[in-house]
């Protein structure tokens, strides 16, 4: 099993449901966020491009906030999914400095938080937070392995993209383009 979530930039309006969701669901604090949304303009006048993601942890296949973690504390789930036990974190940001992504923040109880895929939901049979609340359905979700779940299919369907490949992390977070 291998989980995995897809965003289509096509389909993104930029209106932040998934960031609230999130919020509300993870009873994350005021003022900080598991995910949020960016807007990207690309070429010049009168050619530009304008390009909505929201964008998360990537729970890369290669993190190196895993590999650089002194307690154990980051480390892969069920799935791939990459977690940070609240209990063993010491908050020494190491893997915050590590994330290629921006991911990550320290938790005012001092550990580190970052998106868990709503692994709590998903062991349910549920859809992740932010995907389940999308007005415009542009979030895919599932276990990559299967090659039934509705992210697999749309990743065979259309042209996507990861961000920042240079970085060698093998991220599970994709963008529909």
Sequence with gaps: MRYAMAIDTK???GCSDCVVACQTENDVPIGYCRDWVVEVMDGTYPQ????????RC???KNSPCVRCCPTGASHYNEGGIVLVEKDKCIG???CITSCPYDARFVHPEGYVDKCTFCLHRV????KPACVSVCPTKCMYFGDLDDPRSEVSMILKKRKWKTLIPEAGTNPQLYFLI
């Design 48 to 55: 530009l491009e304008m390009e909505i993601r929201s964008e």
């Design 123 to 126: 062991k349910k049979g549920m």
């Design 92 to 94: 020494c940001s190491a």
């Design 11 to 13: 389909k993104c309006v």
């Design 58 to 60: 990537n729970h890369c």
